[in-house]
């Protein structure tokens, strides 16, 4: 069995772990009202469905590498040529935790959209080296998105702005 069917399989035992679990959570005390374990099940069921996708299209992989090597020889010089040294590695991951650290302390004060916002445009432009209106859209789109999951789909209050000082 190759490496990508046996990450399937641990992924699916995973999504099923997370799933029974989520399933033990109590329900909502409402008959209309979503309970606690339906974000958790809903990422299981995902997770679940995109391992099993996994574990059919592993074996189509590799066969259609078996079929081409001289394809898969070129990639794979191509691959070694763009590796980035494991210095690198480590600095954007330190970067990564910084900004993560920055905006955990900074969310009580700003409050979660400015925040996510700032956060948004902070790791795209120090880890992927984009420019401050690339990172502008996607920024605010994951900041809106995470208020309306979460403030408003789930009702799970998040910090608002100043909070801290009232």
Known sequence: MGHDRKSAVVL???ALFVFV???RIPRAALQYEIGAGI???FLATI???LSILLFITAGKKSKSLEDAPEEAASVQSDVEKIQEPIANRVKRIVKGLVVLGVYLVLLPYLGFIIDTI???IGYLMLLYGF???KTLVPAVAM???GFLIFEIA???PLPMFMETFR
């Open 12 to 14: 699916i035992c995973l």
């Open 21 to 23: 679990n989520a399933w």
């Open 39 to 41: 974000f958790p099940m």
């Open 47 to 49: 997770l679940g469905f």
């Open 118 to 120: 700032l956060f948004g």
């Open 131 to 133: 420019r401050f209106l």
């Open 143 to 145: 900041a809106v998105l």
């Open 154 to 156: 789930l009702r799970i």
